[in-house]
């Protein structure tokens, strides 16, 4: 929306990773600001995020990391990578419902910013009402209005069995059920659009069996959870609380699907 700032789009070729090698090169000394996803929704594919921060500050450039698709699903050290601003939401893997974002800023940028996109409870006196922005010295100056107090309320039960069940558990379990389903995915030959690799894979699986999406509605019929998205397919999600014995009936489901579409939902 600047107009004098300039948009480098890095392309997924395939649909499913994106090139490291092309998106470091893409990072230079005229670069500001590199926002990328933590995870690629379609396909779940994990981006090397280290790299990415790393190439960015050795050229002066700041990292914006979307965690939409991770947090809650496999352990973020901020610290350790360093990362300059992370964003995501709670209505995923964090069990927290919609209505719920949060912004982490490096503590060390948090004082020389000031956002354009700002309300009241950014100011350091909000019940002042004071015509002229003060900046409030907490992360408070990144707040745009009132905050969502319900949809905080309602998200803190979420955290708090993420937080006692163990992020680095979840992580664990989640490698575990994502491979049940590729492997299903095989035995039964349907096409996989995420990574096969455990450490560049996220917590979904993206599986693509033919008509994917009429597929997608007979499971969601039959009380399956699952999503479709156009251009990669169905969008297999296990949490920790699922079991093996829910993957193999997700998956059988599909198969039976696919082997006799006409047939009515059981």
């Known amino acids: 929306a600047q107009r004098d700032i300039e948009v480098e789009i890095v392309p997924c070729p395939d649909g499913i990773t994106v090139p490291l090698e092309p998106l470091l090169d893409a990072i ?23 790299a990415i921060v790393e190439k960015a500050h050795r050229v002066g450039a700041l990292v914006v990391l979307d965690t939409y698709q991770s947090c ?3 352990p973020i050290d901020v610290k350790a990578l360093d990362v300059d601003f992370l964003i995501g ?3 995923k893997w964090l069990c927290g419902g919609p209505g719920v974002a949060y912004l982490y800023v490096r503590p060390d940028l948090r004082d ?8 009241w409870m950014a100011h350091q006196r909000p019940f002042a009402f004071e015509p002229e922005m003060d900046y409030s010295a907490s992360a408070y100056r990144f707040l745009n209005g009132t905050p969502n107090v319900p949809g905080l309320f309602a998200a803190r039960s979420g955290y708090q069995v993420v937080a006692c069940v163990g992020v680095d558990a979840i992580r664990q379990r989640s490698l575990m059920l994502t491979q049940r389903i590729i492997d299903l995915a095989d035995e039964y030959g349907f096409e996989i659009k995420t990574p096969r690799q455990a450490e560049r894979r996220g917590g979904t699986v993206t599986v693509n069996p033919p008509d994917a999406q009429a597929v997608s509605r007979r499971m969601l019929e039959r009380e399956i959870m699952i999503d479709f998205r156009p251009g990669a397919g169905i969008r297999v999600a296990p949490h920790f609380y699922n079991t093996l014995d829910d993957i193999d009936y ?3 489901e599909m198969k039976a699907i696919v082997d006799k579409p006409s047939l009515e939902s059981a």
Do not use: C, N, W
Request: glycine share 8%.
């Open 112 to 119: 020389q910013l000031r956002p354009k996109l700002t309300g």
């Open 250 to 252: 997700a998956m059988a």
């Open 72 to 74: 809650g699903a496999l």
């Open 89 to 91: 939401g709670s209505v």
């Open 28 to 50: 230079d000394e005229r670069t500001l600001l590199v926002p990328v996803s933590h995870v690629i929704f379609k396909s779940a594919y994990l981006q090397d995020a280290a």
